[in-house]
């Protein structure tokens, strides 16, 4: 068995995977969130536009592909390595 000073895994504390975990969870809850309402906005646009317009060339799945991209987009946090340059 190596020494702890020739072992070269990290060491994982106990507390910093509850708080990953509870980051990744609040992550995932404000994507969620954010995808409902951008679902519940489709959906009302497209009850009041069905007698002016033909039905959409995508599938539901489709536009709520599409839904759950854009809240990706807006919700999740973009983690960059490095310093910001303002031009």
């Known amino acids: 068995m190596p020494s702890p000073e020739e072992?070269?895994?990290?060491?994982?504390?106990?507390f910093n995977?509850?708080?990953?975990?509870?980051?990744?969870?609040?992550?995932?809850?404000?994507?969620w969130r954010c995808f409902k309402r951008k679902r519940a906005l489709r959906k009302r646009l497209l009850r009041l536009l069905g007698p002016l317009a033909s039905q959409p060339?995508?599938?539901?799945?489709?536009?709520?592909?599409?839904?759950?991209?854009?809240?990706?987009?807006?919700?999740?946090?973009?983690?960059?390595?490095?310093i910001w340059i303002a031009s």
């Open 57 to 82: 060339p995508l599938t539901k799945k489709q536009l709520d592909d599409l839904d759950w991209l854009a809240a990706e987009r807006e919700a999740r946090p973009v983690r960059a390595i490095g």
């Open 17 to 31: 995977d509850v708080h990953e975990n509870v980051r990744r969870f609040n992550d995932d809850e404000a994507v």
């Open 7 to 14: 072992n070269s895994e990290p060491v994982i504390s106990p």
